[in-house]
């Protein structure tokens, strides 16, 4: 079983740059493929991006490509998510996943894939 704890979230104006984390429990955290989601007020859970075991694979959805990056360093037990350039519309709960199979673009970017979560850290972005 693998718990999970995000922070590094909070109020940002527009134009800034945020770095989550999420810390892993376990001894085997490299063995997980791990994803982040966002949800924001009435609107459903959405992928925002995932990262194979090594970390050598990623994938992101396309609203955060060249802006959100996914890292990992499995010695820590911890992923990352580097937010840079947010805007008002990435105000949202960010949400850790985890998974124990091989990476799947078709799996890994929908929210039923993913057998653990963490509880999710806040971000805000004020115009």
């Known amino acids: 079983q693998v718990q999970l704890v995000e922070s590094g979230g909070g109020l940002v104006q527009a134009g800034g740059s945020l770095r989550l984390s999420c810390a892993a429990s376990g001894r085997t955290f490299s063995s997980y493929v791990m994803g982040w989601f966002r949800q924001a007020p009435g609107k459903e859970r959405e992928f925002v991006a995932a990262?194979?075991?090594?970390?050598?694979?990623?994938y992101y959805a396309d609203s955060v490509k060249g802006r959100f990056t996914i890292s990992r360093d499995n010695a820590k037990n911890t992923v990352y998510m580097q937010m840079s350039s947010l805007k008002p519309e990435h105000s949202a709960v960010y949400s850790c996943?985890?998974?124990?199979?091989?990476?799947?673009?078709?799996?890994?970017?929908?929210?039923?894939?993913?057998?653990?979560w963490g509880q999710g850290t806040q971000v805000t972005v004020s115009s």
């Open positions: 990262i194979s075991w090594s970390g050598g694979t990623l």
């Open positions: 996943a985890a998974d124990n199979r091989r990476l799947s673009s078709r799996l890994h970017t929908a929210t039923g894939s993913y057998a653990y």
